[in-house]
């Protein structure tokens, strides 16, 4: 039913530039938060950058000042910005849409990642 699809990922340099995509279909991007995770091998699934319906934007303190997070409701399409990249960077990035229910309840959906590599 709803689907993610993420795109944009890559090999850079450090300090290199990549702007990544997930185009959303079977729920509407406008009425939900998005967001970005990632996860490096052996790690967790962290928080990156997340916005809501509204616009508010909330980003992790290891990515604040050189990721964005930005949505095109028209497009249906949300997208992350990663400027100065550095090695430590390197995951896979993971779309996220979460929906809202009354009483609280909350759904996830997720993309199948787009791999990010930063060399040295």
């Known amino acids: 039913q709803v689907q993610l699809v993420e795109s944009g990922g890559g090999l850079v340099q450090a300090g290199g530039s990549l702007r990544l995509s997930c185009a959303a279909s079977?729920?509407?991007?406008?009425?939900?938060?998005m967001g970005w995770y990632r996860q490096a091998p052996g790690k967790q699934r962290e928080f990156v950058a997340d916005?809501?319906?509204?616009?508010?934007?909330n980003y992790a303190d290891s990515v604040k000042g050189r990721f964005t997070i930005s949505r095109d409701n028209a497009k249906n399409t949300v997208y992350l910005q990663i400027n100065n990249l550095k090695p430590e960077d390197t995951a896979v990035y993971y779309c996220?849409?979460?929906?809202?229910?009354?009483?609280?309840?909350?759904?996830?959906?997720w993309g199948q990642g787009t791999q990010v590599t930063v060399s040295s």
């Open positions: 916005i809501t319906s509204g616009g508010s934007t």
């Open positions: 079977g729920s509407d991007l406008s009425i939900n938060t």
């Open positions: 996220n849409l979460h929906e809202t229910f009354r009483f609280y309840r909350s759904y996830d959906y």
